[in-house]
């Protein structure tokens, strides 16, 4: 009866440990945060009472197997941040019942047990839930692909039976936007395959300005974005910094206030070039701020606001700066917006066939 006379203490630490020392759970409401565990208490403490017929706190039910699904559709946790929650329950429970009872070594086995079972069933479920995400995932893809190919098909059959020239040519340039589309969405599989592998992006580095680049990429922008600072010029892969800020800029857009300017920003540092995109609105939680760049991975926000999307940019942004020996780096806050920041040496041809680790 110790365990649930303690019970709410318990629950009250744990969460504050919990919401302190993982990040995925700072802003997750009760309901979510606390999930199997007011339940995997009940059921130790059952198991503990001697007039209790509870003899094993897992035995008949699937709460443990239910707790890991559910974090991975649920929430933005990984399986080390699983871990992490388990431990803290059983250090929880071990500084609040030694400050008040005497527990005897069989008992504290049950409580470890189990936790480190419950454990075991949730990482199982986990990673069950996410191959099976990532299924669903595919096969989505696998329809966008389709789109364009379908098109290009029906356009060619009709360039087969012949149509007019004007008809013709407005069929060539959309056949060629949606050969555009597939292969760009082909291109970003692979690249954040790639990424996913730690492996590095290939680069087609040479000789270019940067100012160049930005002017060639925001030229079909309706929005208002600014230039600042001065041209650099430096051996860089072109296509892959188009990449970069075609990525960057449409995430400005999508998130940021329509109202204002977005800032590119050019600056030399250190034998570098430092360049910034800095939108006004809201920002970025800090929470998300450590998984928007891995593989896959959709914000919040974006699911929240319906933005159409598959979390492949901002990891090839970083993988085409880390390709080109780069750092990146976000600071968002609500009172000065979000900027995205990366540097890349003058020269990145060294950088291309650095190590990697696997």
């Known amino acids: 009866m110790a365990l649930m006379n303690a019970r709410e203490e318990i629950e009250k630490k744990w969460a504050a440990a919990v919401k302190q020392q993982i990040s995925s759970a700072t802003r997750l409401d009760d309901p979510i945060l606390f999930n199997y565990f007011p339940r995997l208490l009940e059921r130790i403490a059952e198991t503990l009472d001697p007039d209790s017929q509870r003899e094993d706190p897992l035995k008949g039910n699937t709460a443990a197997q239910e707790h890991g699904g559910e974090r991975a559709r649920l929430t933005n946790f990984n399986i080390s941040q699983i871990a992490t929650e388990f431990y803290l329950l059983k250090e929880t429970i071990h500084s609040v019942l030694e ?53 290009i098909r029906m356009a060619t059959s009709l360039l087969m039976e012949g149509v007019e020239p004007n008809v013709a040519s ?40 940067i100012h160049e680049i930005i002017h060639k990429t925001i030229r079909n922008y309706q929005q208002d974005i600014r230039l600042e600072g001065p041209d650099l010029e430096g051996y860089w892969c072109p296509h892959g910094l188009k990449r970069i800020l075609h990525n960057l800029l449409d995430n400005a857009i999508k998130y940021g206030d329509s109202t204002q300017p977005i800032l590119i920003k050019t600056e030399q540092e250190h034998g570098a070039l430092a360049l910034s995109i800095h939108n006004r609105g809201q920002p970025i939680p800090i929470e998300e701020q450590e998984n928007i760049f891995q593989p896959f991975h959709r914000s919040q926000q974006a699911e929240e606001q319906n933005v159409k999307g598959w979390g492949f940019g901002l990891p090839i942004v970083r993988g085409i700066v880390e390709a080109h020996g780069g750092t990146i780096e976000v600071d968002s806050t609500e009172a000065l917006g979000t900027t995205i920041s990366f540097t890349l040496p003058l020269d990145a041809r060294p950088f291309q066939n650095a190590l990697t680790l696997e």
């Not at 970003?188 to 580095?205: E, M, P, Q, Y």
Request: hydrophobic letters at 45%; a neutral charge; proline letters at 1%.
């Open 170 to 209: 407005d069929l060539y340039q959309r056949m060629a936007d949606a050969a555009e589309n597939a292969a760009t969405l082909i291109d970003n599989i692979l690249d954040a395959s790639v990424i996913k592998a730690s492996r590095r992006i290939k680069l087609g580095i040479q000789h270019c300005r």
């Open 99 to 151: 400050s008040k009872v005497s527990v005897t070594q069989k008992e504290w086995l049950i409580v470890d047990r189990s936790i480190d079972l419950s454990l075991r069933e949730s990482i199982t479920s986990f990673a069950l839930a996410e191959t099976y995400i990532r299924e669903q995932f595919i096969a989505m893809l696998a329809h966008d692909i389709r789109g364009p190919v379908a098109f």
